[in-house]
């Protein structure tokens, strides 16, 4: 997302970036058509991510491409439309921006509070049966709305927030639900994200067991993410290579039992 996003590099190192990922051994590169700079940018990242995968030298055929569907980008804001009319002419222009003829995982953004949840997901499933998407997923939800959804069609992923500092989606079941039901839970912002990432370096608990394992923090803390459940797939950002290549890293990073309950004890300050 960062290198679609303010502040965003060079479309150059953009690319970089993912084919760092993509050399470090990640093989699920999540995306949003709203992932841009504004309304006369929608598809920036979705189009960043098609060039890369072109030019990559790897197994192309072995990388997951999920993108979303249901926020829109007018003057830079973010806001909701999860309008069937919507998110129809959003998955074409996806399949568009991503050239391909199928959407691998297509994932409902967000619930629109003007929109029933059963037309939204009605939608997807539509454009499931057409051929146009593969699988459904959700995000922002509920775990009310996962259960309301699995009434319409079948759903294999759900994207919520999940770090030490907001652990909604622990206490609120939500991760133990998705490991019962075989639902991959895709944790986005997993580092915090913001200003909250920027705190990580200089945390005392994720430092001193980065130096005794030979992690950066930033590892350790995806780590801790990572043992939340079975289902628990992490989905950290990047804007330069040298991040990249670290998150890949926590992939191999097993903390012991003392280690996560440090990390699920410690203070994170929000301030």
């Given amino acids: 997302m960062h290198i679609s996003i303010s502040d965003r590099p060079p479309e ?4 970089r970036v993912v084919h760092a990922a993509l050399d470090a051994g990640m093989t699920l590169i999540d995306t949003a058509d709203v992932y841009c700079l504004d309304h006369t940018d929608i598809g920036h990242n979705e189009r960043l991510i098609s060039g890369a995968l072109r030019t990559w030298s790897g197994p192309r055929e072995n990388i ?46 967000a619930p629109d509070p003007a929109v029933t949840l059963e037309d939204s997901v009605g939608t997807l499933a539509d454009l499931q049966r057409e051929g146009k998407i593969r699988w459904v997923g959700l995000s922002n939800v509920s775990v009310p709305e996962i259960r309301q959804a699995e009434t319409i069609v079948p759903v294999v992923a759900v994207q919520n927030r999940l770090n030490p500092w907001f652990r909604e989606a622990l206490t609120g079941g939500l991760v ?64 330069r290579v040298e991040h990249a290549r670290d998150s890949a890293s926590a992939a191999g990073l097993v903390l012991a039992a003392g280690d996560l309950e440090a990390v699920t004890r410690a203070v994170f300050d929000r301030s």
Avoid at 12 to 15: F, S, T
């Fill in 64 to 109: 997951l491409v999920a993108t979303k569907g249901g926020l829109t980008r007018p003057d830079g804001r973010w806001d909701r439309d999860a309008r069937p009319s919507h998110l129809r002419a959003a998955c074409e222009a996806s399949l568009k921006a991503l050239g391909v003829e199928q959407i691998a995982l297509y994932q409902l953004h």
């Fill in 12 to 15: 150059a190192e953009g690319v």
């Fill in 176 to 239: 133990k639900y998705c490991g019962e039901r075989g639902i991959g839970f895709l944790a986005y912002s997993p580092t915090g994200g913001g200003r909250l990432t920027k705190k990580i370096p200089a945390h005392p608990v994720l430092g001193e067991i980065g130096r005794r394992l030979g992690a950066t923090p930033h590892a350790v803390c995806l780590a801790w993410v990572l043992a939340q459940g079975p289902s628990v797939v992490v989905i950290p950002s990047a804007r």
